[in-house]
């Protein structure tokens, strides 16, 4: 495909079939397609050879894709050159011929053709072939108005050269002899094929560098894995000829092949391509590892959980290919003008050739207009003004941890006026810690948590974990006649003394508890705090406190949503002095607690009742019905497939400032967009009138329509350098 008409030419086509949706993207050459039962892939590809074009179905497994718009690129280039060292002496002959033309010699002409005859052959022919396949096929594209402008200039200017009598023309100034038109013979065929020629070049170019993003992320994979043999021997295969539950030999500075059980070894691992983790995350036996990640030191022996299509990073490269094969409303639009856009421009030109020979203009005067019509209307900047941007902004935001589900998504991204947060593991780190420790007289604080722990280092509770881990396990006691009594607490025996950990209430029925404990206890409770007692041989020692810590990019992420004008709100099921401390300290505006997850729903739904456009932030199985009900859905990477499945953007890295900066990319991508579509619209409109009236020669008509396809390329390659949180 060369042009936007190209991709609606084949999506027409496809859409043709009984029980096809097809979506055609030009700037990533892939269609997506729903198809009914029982239409196979090569009867798919059947119709789009019979449109005049190529196809072979995609993988859905991860795999280095190859860069063929690098190789494009490179053919491009050998013919741009060439038709460059023989352009510049031709438009330097053909100036002097017609500023002094007296100059011309017998066989001028055919010195001319001799230097012109490789560019409008050889350097050309890419235009023809794909104009004279089309034309096999009664399609028309760029292809067309480029190939019907340089040979209609061709045989123009060898009608003028073999016409034209050396002591009868006139003399030009070097000025006129670039811009008029009857001065100007074979140059116009010459450097309009330059000029497209460059443009197809640096387009090319472009592409290649907004697709790789996407190629990085897919030379993440592994190519080969170490497989252990039941024997102990290794033996290495392809990753693809990996299954579920064979066991895989990692060692120092190799890739892991795919998701799995660290089954024996520990190693540091580093995440950062997958879950945007800067330090190093420690592995060992029991814990799952993702594939795509590197080992950076230590030996590693995993069973694999999931492999190819099934694993996390094949999720994520299907991610990002989705986001860039959709399209935008704005492109639908642009796709259906550039689908009649062709046959309406040639309509255009020969209106324009009659015109001027209607009302008396020399015919090199009205072929000169006709033929700027043809070539500067081209509209390759109106394929390209959307997926291109979309297709660097996805890359961009994967190699950020930001993963945009789709195209409506940055339709919906701009409306979106407030966003709602999830608390636990969202706002929250969601896993309890030891937050305060308050002793009794004749008790020591760092003791009596010793005691604790101990005793809670055999409990499986939530809080019992939290208090365990307060403690370092090389400096646990032992505990003897461990005994948990559920929804009270826990008693052990340690270093002989009897030790009793469980909820106040139960604590309050075997002892008095002194006033400085039970006022600190309310003062707990009120933050939201979970409390404890600890009694040692019956006598109240200490009350501990437990908290869900805060994360560190919350309040940054909050401030970020404020500044761009965000209204932010507090959704959750905790109690009401638990949420108003947590919004408090990192800046929520609003708190709604208490409130179960079909309750979430039905809070989603109000906001949206009352004219605002929400976006939901969470991570949990309880989330899932309220970030699918939302307008935009936020789902924190680490969560549960649930909310992953229901969101339209997940954010891998578990850094909440992603948020502002997922919405700040969508932003930029939408003016992006914006941009493009107002000068590729704006372009054809203002150009094609100023080309019919003669103003433009077909020269400078053909740079001009390179320069609009390079302005649109280049202003969204732009794009690549997003990385901080802007104001919407």
Same mark, same amino acid.
Not at 556 to 564: C, E, H, Q, V
């Given at each position: 495909?060369?042009?936007?008409?190209?991709?609606?030419?084949?999506?027409?086509?496809?859409?043709?079939?009984?029980?096809?949706?097809?979506?055609?993207?030009?700037?990533?050459?892939?269609?997506?397609?729903?198809?009914?039962?029982?239409?196979?892939?090569?009867?798919?590809?059947?119709?789009?050879?019979?449109?005049?074009?190529? %196809?072979?179905?995609?993988?859905?497994?991860?795999?280095?894709?190859?860069?063929?718009?690098?190789?494009?690129?490179?053919?491009?280039?050998?013919?741009?050159?060439?038709?460059?060292?023989?352009?510049?002496?031709?438009?330097?002959?053909?100036?002097?011929?017609?500023?002094?033309?007296?100059?011309?010699?017998?066989?001028?002409?055919?010195?001319?053709?001799?230097?012109?005859?490789?560019?409008?052959?050889?350097?050309?022919?890419?235009?023809?072939?794909?104009?004279?396949?089309?034309?096999?096929?009664?399609?028309?594209?760029?292809?067309?108005?480029?190939?019907?402008?340089?040979?209609?200039?061709?045989?123009?200017?060898?009608?003028?050269?073999?016409?034209?009598?050396?002591?009868?023309?006139?003399?030009?100034?070097?000025?006129?002899?670039?811009?008029?038109?009857?001065?100007?013979?074979?140059?116009?065929?010459?450097?309009?094929?330059?000029?497209?020629?460059?443009?197809?070049?640096?387009?090319?170019?472009?592409?290649?560098?907004?697709?790789?993003?996407?190629? &990085?992320?897919?030379?993440?994979?592994?190519?080969?894995?170490?497989?252990?043999?039941?024997?102990?021997?290794?033996?290495?295969?392809?990753?693809?000829?990996?299954?579920?539950?064979?066991?895989?030999?990692?060692?120092?500075?190799?890739?892991?092949?795919?998701?799995?059980?660290?089954?024996?070894?520990?190693?540091?691992?580093?995440?950062? &391509?997958?879950?945007?983790?800067?330090?190093?995350?420690?592995?060992?036996?029991?814990?799952?590892?993702?594939?795509?990640?590197?080992?950076?030191?230590?030996?590693?022996?995993?069973?694999?959980?999931?492999?190819?299509?099934?694993?996390?990073? +094949?999720?994520?490269?299907?991610?990002?290919?989705?986001?860039?094969?959709?399209?935008?409303?704005?492109?639908?639009?642009?796709?259906?003008?550039?689908?009649?856009?062709?046959?309406?421009?040639?309509?255009?030109?020969?209106?324009?050739?009659?015109?001027?020979?209607?009302?008396?203009?020399?015919?090199?005067?009205?072929?000169?207009?006709?033929?700027?019509?043809?070539?500067?209307?081209?509209?390759?900047?109106?394929?390209?003004?959307?997926?291109?941007?979309?297709?660097?902004?996805?890359?961009?935001?994967?190699?950020?941890?930001?993963?945009?589900?789709?195209?409506?998504?940055?339709?919906?991204?701009?409306?979106?006026?407030?966003?709602?947060?999830?608390?636990?593991?969202?706002?929250?780190?969601?896993?309890?810690?030891?937050?305060?420790?308050?002793?009794?007289?004749?008790?020591?604080?760092?003791?009596?948590?010793?005691?604790?722990?101990?005793?809670?280092?055999?409990?499986?509770?939530?809080?019992?974990?939290?208090?365990?881990?307060?403690?370092?396990?090389?400096?646990?006691?032992?505990?003897?006649?461990?005994?948990?009594?559920?929804?009270?607490?826990?008693?052990?025996?340690?270093?002989?003394?009897?030790?009793?950990?469980?909820?106040?209430?139960?604590?309050?029925?075997?002892?008095?508890?002194?006033?400085?404990?039970?006022?600190?206890?309310?003062?707990?409770?009120?933050?939201?705090?979970?409390?404890?007692?600890?009694?040692?041989?019956?006598?109240? +020692?200490?009350?501990?406190?437990? +908290?869900?810590?805060? !994360?560190?990019?919350?309040?940054?992420?909050?401030?970020?949503?404020?500044?761009?004008?965000?209204?932010?709100?507090?959704?959750?099921?905790?109690?009401?002095?638990?949420?108003?401390?947590?919004?408090?300290?990192?800046?929520?505006?609003?708190?709604?607690?208490?409130?179960?997850?079909?309750? !979430?729903?039905?809070?989603?739904?109000?906001?949206?009742?009352?004219?605002?456009?929400?976006?939901?932030?969470?991570?949990?199985?309880?989330?899932?019905? %309220?970030?699918?009900?939302?307008?935009?859905?936020?789902?924190?990477?680490?969560?549960?497939?649930?909310?992953?499945?229901?969101?339209?953007?997940?954010?891998?890295?578990?850094?909440?400032?992603?948020?502002?900066?997922?919405?700040?990319?969508?932003?930029?991508?939408?003016?992006?967009?914006?941009?493009?579509?107002?000068?590729?619209?704006?372009?054809?409109?203002?150009?094609?009138?100023?080309?019919?009236?003669?103003?433009?020669?077909?020269?400078? &008509?053909?740079?001009?329509?390179?320069?609009?396809?390079?302005?649109?390329?280049?202003?969204?390659?732009?794009?690549?350098?997003?990385?901080?949180?802007?104001?919407?």
């Amino acid at each position: 495909m060369t042009c936007g008409a190209c991709a609606a030419r084949v999506e027409r086509k496809l859409n043709k079939v009984d029980g096809v949706k097809a979506s055609v993207n030009y700037a990533t050459r892939v269609a997506t397609i729903d198809a009914a039962p029982g239409i196979g892939t090569d009867e798919l590809c059947a119709v789009v050879d019979g449109a005049g074009y190529g %196809a072979t179905p995609r993988s859905n497994v991860p795999q280095a894709l190859p860069d063929t718009d690098a190789v494009e690129a490179t053919r491009l280039f050998r013919r741009l050159a060439v038709a460059v060292v023989l352009f510049v002496p031709l438009a330097d002959l053909s100036i002097v011929f017609a500023v002094v033309p007296s100059m011309r010699f017998t066989g001028w002409q055919w010195l001319l053709l001799a230097m012109a005859a490789p560019i409008l052959t050889w350097c050309a022919w890419p235009f023809y072939r794909v104009a004279f396949k089309n034309l096999r096929t009664g399609a028309a594209t760029m292809e067309t108005l480029v190939t019907l402008g340089v040979l209609a200039a061709t045989g123009w200017s060898l009608y003028s050269m073999f016409t034209t009598d050396p002591d009868t023309a006139e003399p030009h100034g070097v000025w006129d002899a670039i811009w008029s038109s009857d001065s100007i013979y074979l140059e116009v065929a010459t450097g309009v094929t330059v000029l497209v020629l460059a443009g197809r070049y640096f387009e090319a170019r472009a592409r290649s560098r907004a697709g790789g993003a996407l190629r &990085a992320l897919a030379a993440l994979g592994a190519k080969d894995v170490a497989v252990l043999l039941k024997d102990g021997r290794e033996m290495r295969i392809p990753t693809e000829e990996l299954k579920e539950q064979q066991r895989f030999v990692v060692r120092p500075g190799e890739t892991i092949a795919t998701d799995g059980l660290v089954i024996e070894g520990t190693a540091a691992i580093d995440m950062s &391509a997958m879950t945007g983790e800067s330090r190093p995350v420690d592995a060992e036996p029991g814990e799952a590892v993702i594939g795509g990640t590197t080992v950076l030191d230590g030996r590693l022996i995993v069973e694999a959980a999931a492999v190819g299509a099934d694993t996390r990073f +094949a999720a994520m490269m299907r991610l990002v290919e989705e986001a860039q094969t959709g399209k935008a409303r704005a492109q639908r639009l642009a796709d259906r003008i550039a689908g009649v856009f062709v046959p309406v421009v040639v309509a255009l030109s020969l209106i324009t050739l009659a015109v001027w020979l209607l009302i008396g203009e020399p015919a090199d005067r009205a072929v000169s207009a006709a033929l700027a019509v043809l070539i500067i209307a081209c509209p390759c900047a109106l394929g390209l003004a959307t997926p291109i941007a979309v297709m660097v902004a996805t890359g961009r935001g994967a190699q950020l941890g930001i993963f945009l589900k789709g195209y409506q998504t940055l339709d919906t991204s701009r409306m979106v006026d407030t966003i709602v947060f999830d608390k636990t593991g969202t706002v929250t780190e969601g896993s309890l810690s030891v937050s305060q420790v308050l002793a009794t007289d004749g008790f020591d604080a760092d003791e009596i948590l010793g005691l604790a722990a101990a005793v809670e280092a055999a409990s499986e509770h939530a809080v019992g974990a939290a208090i365990a881990g307060a403690v370092d396990e090389q400096h646990h006691l032992e505990v003897a006649d461990f005994v948990a009594e559920a929804g009270r607490g826990v008693t052990g025996v340690v270093d002989g003394r009897t030790v009793t950990v469980g909820s106040p209430r139960w604590a309050r029925r075997a002892s008095v508890i002194p006033a400085d404990i039970a006022r600190a206890r309310k003062q707990a409770e009120e933050r939201g705090d979970t409390v404890v007692y600890v009694t040692v041989d019956g006598t109240p +020692a200490a009350m501990i406190a437990v +908290a869900d810590t805060i !994360k560190d990019s919350a309040a940054p992420a909050i401030a970020g949503l404020k500044a761009a004008g965000l209204r932010t709100i507090l959704l959750t099921g905790d109690n009401e002095g638990a949420a108003r401390t947590v919004a408090a300290e990192v800046g929520v505006d609003e708190v709604i607690a208490e409130v179960l997850p079909d309750e !979430k729903v039905e809070t989603i739904r109000r906001l949206q009742d009352e004219g605002h456009s929400v976006g939901m932030v969470g991570d949990g199985i309880n989330d899932g019905p %309220a970030l699918a009900t939302a307008d935009l859905g936020l789902a924190i990477g680490r969560g549960t497939d649930v909310a992953i499945g229901a969101a339209d953007v997940i954010l891998v890295r578990d850094d909440l400032r992603s948020v502002p900066a997922a919405l700040s990319l969508a932003g930029a991508t939408q003016r992006t967009i914006r941009t493009n579509l107002v000068w590729a619209f704006g372009y054809n409109v203002a150009a094609i009138p100023i080309a019919a009236l003669g103003v433009l020669n077909p020269l400078i &008509a053909g740079a001009a329509m390179a320069l609009s396809s390079l302005f649109v390329v280049t202003n969204s390659l732009r794009l690549q350098k997003f990385g901080a949180v802007r104001k919407r």
